[in-house]
């Protein structure tokens, strides 16, 4: 390799995410969390192989171009070993390690929608009032005599003191039973796919409710994208969302 070729690759990689990666928490700007397990979701009789779905996001993401010199930090914090011995153990030790970066804002990548739960529990331990909004096939909120990644927000409903509301985004009635989609109206509020197509008012709808106590977190689950995009998930759909249609969600958000 030439010496031009070689400070030429060097300047590039400069230039990529992964040269703002950090492993020192007080020098951060922003934390990315890894939940890389999908015991939860076998727990559900998906399919195995979504616990190598974080580090392939962050490996893509750490090749991209930056534009803003924001250091960032990345954290595992679940335990696929201890999932497999002690389920619920393994959620309280995973929601115990969260709080300590909600202070930077945390983006959680979870290997199963199971890491949601844990990650709520830790929000739950600051927040007054806390809001979801969950773009997804599916409710996910199964009843069940065993927790998964198919029972989370049922899950912390009936265990939470705080006020709590969760708005489902794209749910596709044919993929959720009656007892899934029961939960009491204060607590949840269901959009279907067909009318988050047709009805450009739901987001403005749901911040018109929101008020300065609310937390509020934006969880995607990626089986709410069409098969086109997404194939290598536990419930494939034939009938998601656009990319452009999430890109504008997540915008709005921010």
Known sequence: MS???????????????????????????????????????????????????????????????????????????????LELTDFDLAQTRESQLIQKY???????????????????KAIETQAKEIVVINIDAHCDTRESSHVHSGTPFRQFAQQTKKPFHIYQYGIHLFANSQSTMNMPKEQMSVFTYDEV??????????????????FVFLSLDCDALDSSLMEGVSAVNHQGLSLSHIESIFQWYK
Do not use: W
């Open 197 to 214: 197509q047709v009805n450009n008012k739901i987001l403005p709808d749901i911040e018109s409710k929101l008020t300065q106590e609310s």
């Open 102 to 120: 909600l202070a930077k804002e945390p983006i959680q990548i979870g290997g199963g929608h199971d890491h949601a739960y844990c990650l709520l």
């Open 3 to 81: 010496e031009d070729i070689y400070l030429a690759s060097q300047s590039r990689k400069s230039q990529k995410v992964s040269a703002l990666l950090t492993k020192d928490f007080n020098e951060a700007d922003k934390v990315i969390l890894k939940s890389s397990s999908d015991v939860g979701v076998m727990r559900n009789l998906g399919r195995n192989g979504s616990l190598h779905g974080p580090q392939a996001i962050i490996h893509q993401f750490s090749q991209m171009a930056f534009h803003q010199n924001k250091k960032i930090l990345i954290q595992e914090v679940s335990d696929q070993r």
